[in-house]
């Protein structure tokens, strides 16, 4: 069964640091562009960070200069280092992969996991 799985998330206070993962795991030959989403309660889903096969990163602007994005391909994972955390940044955190098997290639969403950050 081919899944994302987020982990990481957790209560922290502003100022504070938390680093997720998203871990891709199943019949997989390679894995596209993968990026990280985040909804807070009673918005839109906002793409925060993206990095391609390559290591090719971009950013939201309200996360520049704080959060980083990452990947091991050898272990299909993803990683969002986060710091400098703001109350802002309180949301469900969501991982996205274009994940490519024998003979088809399909976009993948993890469960989520939430991030709270206190002030």
């Known amino acids: 069964q081919v899944q994302l799985v987020e982990s990481g998330g957790g209560l922290v206070q502003a100022g504070g640091s938390l680093r997720l993962s998203c871990a891709a795991s199943?019949?997989?030959?390679?894995?596209?562009?993968m990026s990280w989403y985040r909804q807070a309660l009673g918005n839109q889903r906002e793409l925060v960070a993206t990095?391609?096969?390559?290591?090719?990163?971009n950013y939201a602007d309200s996360v520049k200069g704080r959060f980083t994005v990452s990947r091991d391909n050898a272990k299909n994972t993803m990683y969002l280092q986060m710091n400098n955390l703001k109350p802002e940044d309180t949301a469900v955190y969501y991982c996205?992969?274009?994940?490519?098997?024998?003979?088809?290639?399909?976009?993948?969403w993890g469960q989520g996991t939430q991030v709270t950050v206190s002030s």
């Open positions: 199943g019949s997989i030959f390679s894995i596209n562009a």
């Open positions: 990095i391609t096969s390559g290591g090719n990163t």
């Open positions: 996205n992969a274009r994940l490519v098997g024998r003979q088809w290639e399909l976009e993948y």
